[in-house]
């Protein structure tokens, strides 16, 4: 069907230096794993029964309604089909995209804290209902008036033991539940975090699950009120909600208990460590970095493709209107979202394991990587979901005027990136968590002790600046890796002897300190995120197993993606000397050749991310690059366009025009 196919887009696949399917299984880790994709992808997006309405244009309420129908049929299809965990998940997000905030919400953060927080009784009550979705839930944290800062939230629960039940209540305006998915309308029952009263005393925040509608009718039961929190800037398919509690009582064990317990008497006491309560967080920030990652390489596929399928202006008087992306300013606004991309795209596999390693300690009771990964994940979360949300802009801004309207694709993407931002952990909120412990960290390397894997670059911190290195290979991956540790080690140290200079020096109490450090202390986590994702990407280059021209190609973006990263913040690297005012120029010399190295095989390399053009919903980003004749056909799907007339002109513009002319 090669003839179907727009030949810009035919030519720039047919001079490709690597076999794309072979990347393509590097990049999902192998052959096998590609297949699988393929074959849950073809299940969820070729089933004839589901309808894939264009959300563009429909209401807010008929988007919910068919997202809603859509999900809940995903629901029962995975258990016809007999999907196990990892499939059925796959089957999940091919089909919704993360749409459907209700049985995502459920899916993720409530099975996952039921599985995690609840002690093995409880498992046993609730998942069985949760994993045949015969009660659908939600997670029920952020307040009105608090988000990330747990000890802040306001909803309690008081301990009643003459009736062993727990009273669940909201005891200011502030303290409503706000932002929950699923909560305005869908949900049956919810993992509850509110401050545990009892005997007298408040232990902090602790989880309960309960439940917020009826089973019959789906009304609320007494003493809740809930509903809808209004349009968003995005996902306005999902209905998130609001809840407030009025006395509600819940019985004793539907508190979560595996790792603290309130016996019948009202007595606390503590079963295991109770930083493990964190492991949901945790997970969520993994799987939005994961999601960080899939928005950016979505947004890059469409952007490049389209770039090639646009011609423009002219490069030289006389000469056809050259593909867009044969300008470098095209290549510099898209080349370095391309190789974070894939520099994303390693990091998360990376993340992935760690998280997994470190949690299948945790169910054991072990907390020994809890503090590291917590730390990982949170500074990852902002990283990625802020190189992310600039990333998808800047693609959208280079795709000129298509790229405004909801045809690119670019809107959804960027709408919804910016829920991942803000959406469990505000992005500043967790660079500030990663730096308190890379502070920490710092303190205990100056003590002699030994550190974990990702920070023990900070044992070696110089006492002071390197100066008088020249004539740096800025290819070379070794040295861009020691330009970035040195960066990130030199900005914790500076941050962290920072805050206590002002407390020791100045007389500034340790949170005066703090705050009036903020701004180095972001900095320094943002340097040790980037740290990590430039060392992460070196090694999985290293170690990928491809043949040398598709190796030769992810070198050059790995080499990009660093070097990009020291020319934009290039005060940070040349501050103490490390690298000289003869290395800038360097750097930005060789950044520029890269660009036209990587210009060869920007198709194939977004290719190689293997999204379906269903995945993708861009009419400016198909894989057959037919995008004008899309387009056009897309523009005239519009309700405004069903009668030639619109039934306004009658009602409105015609007596106003009539009026108008009859004064002449």
């Known amino acids: 069907m090669a003839q179907l196919v727009n030949p810009d887009l035919v030519r720039e696949r047919s001079r490709a230096s690597f076999d794309t399917e072979k990347l393509t299984a590097v990049l999902y880790g192998g052959p096998d794993e590609v297949t699988r994709k393929r074959r849950i992808e073809a299940l969820a997006l070729k089933d004839p029964d589901y309808t894939h309405e264009d959300l563009n244009y429909l209401c807010r309420e008929d988007q919910y309604v068919a997202m809603l129908k859509k999900s809940l049929m995903a629901a029962r299809k995975v258990r016809e089909l007999g999907l196990n965990e990892r499939d059925r998940d796959s089957y999940m997000d091919f089909l919704l995209d993360w749409r459907a905030g209700a049985v995502n919400l459920h899916r993720t953060m409530f099975t996952i804290t039921l599985q995690q927080q609840g002690n093995q009784e409880q498992r046993a009550k609730w998942l069985k209902l949760a994993e045949d979705f015969s009660i659908l839930g939600s997670y029920l944290q952020t307040e009105m008036g608090h988000g990330t800062f747990l000890r802040g939230l306001e909803t309690t629960a008081t301990y009643d033991p003459s009736t062993q039940e727990f009273v669940l209540h909201s005891p200011t305006l502030t303290a409503t539940k706000w932002w929950p998915g699923g909560l305005g309308l869908t949900v049956t029952h919810g993992v509850v975090m509110a401050q545990l009263y009892t005997q007298g005393q408040c232990m902090g925040p602790h989880m309960f699950i309960l439940q917020l509608r009826s089973l019959d009718n789906h009304k609320p039961l007494p003493g809740i009120t809930v509903g809808d929190i209004g349009p968003k800037y995005g996902c306005n398919d999902g209905d998130n909600g609001f809840v407030r509690f009025h006395q509600v009582r819940i019985p004793r064990d539907n508190m979560l208990m595996r790792f603290a317990q309130v016996a019948e008497d009202g007595t606390y006491s503590m079963v295991l460590d109770p930083r493990l309560i964190y492991g949901t967080m945790v997970s969520m920030r993994v799987r939005l970095t994961e999601q960080s990652n899939f928005a950016l390489a979505r947004a890059v596929t469409i952007a490049v493709r389209y770039s090639c399928v646009r011609h423009q202006s002219e490069l030289t008087p006389g000469e056809p209107e050259p593909q867009i992306l044969e300008y470098q300013t095209q290549q510099y606004k898209l080349f370095a979202h391309l190789a974070a991309a894939y520099a994303f795209w390693f990091t998360v596999q990376t993340l992935q394991t760690h998280y997994e390693q470190v949690n299948s300690r945790l169910q054991e009771g072990d907390t020994s990587g809890l503090q590291e990964i917590h730390a990982l994940s949170a500074g990852l979360k902002a990283f990625t979901s802020l190189a992310a949300h600039r990333g998808i802009d800047e693609c959208r801004l280079a795709c000129g005027g298509h790229g405004y309207s909801h045809a690119s694709g670019l809107i959804y993407l960027l709408t919804s990136q910016a829920v991942i931002v803000t959406g469990e952990g505000e992005a500043t909120v967790m ?40 004539a740096r290979d800025l290819n070379n991956f070794d040295v861009l890796t020691e330009a970035y540790q040195h960066r990130a080690a030199r900005l914790v140290k500076d941050a962290a002897e920072g805050v206590r200079f002002k407390v020791v020096s100045e007389g500034q109490s340790e949170s005066d ?152």
């Open 513 to 664: 300190a703090w705050n009036s450090s903020l701004v180095s202390l972001v900095k320094c986590a943002e340097a040790h995120s980037h740290f990590f994702v430039v060392k992460t990407f070196v090694e999985a280059v290293r170690r990928a197993d491809v043949d040398d021209s598709a190796r030769a190609a992810l070198t050059s973006l790995c080499q990009l993606y660093a070097l990009h990263g020291i020319c934009e913040h290039a005060g940070d690297f040349l501050q103490d000397g490390f690298l000289t005012g003869l290395d800038l120029p360097l750097a930005r010399s060789q950044m520029c050749s890269l660009l036209s190295k990587v210009r060869s095989d920007a198709v194939p390399l977004v290719d190689a991310f293997n999204f379906h053009d269903q995945t993708l919903q861009s009419v400016l980003g198909r894989y057959d690059g037919r995008v004008y004749e899309h387009l056009y056909q897309w523009a005239k799907k519009s309700p405004l366009n069903k009668d030639q007339v619109h039934e306004s002109y009658y009602r409105y513009l015609q007596p106003f025009l009539q009026q108008n002319r009859a004064k002449l």
């Open 431 to 470: 660079l500030l968590q990663l730096a308190r412990y890379l502070v920490k960290c710092y303190a205990k390397s100056q003590a002699g002790a030994k550190l974990p894997s990702t920070v023990s670059y900070l044992q070696t911190v110089q006492s002071a600046a390197v100066s008088g290195v020249t």
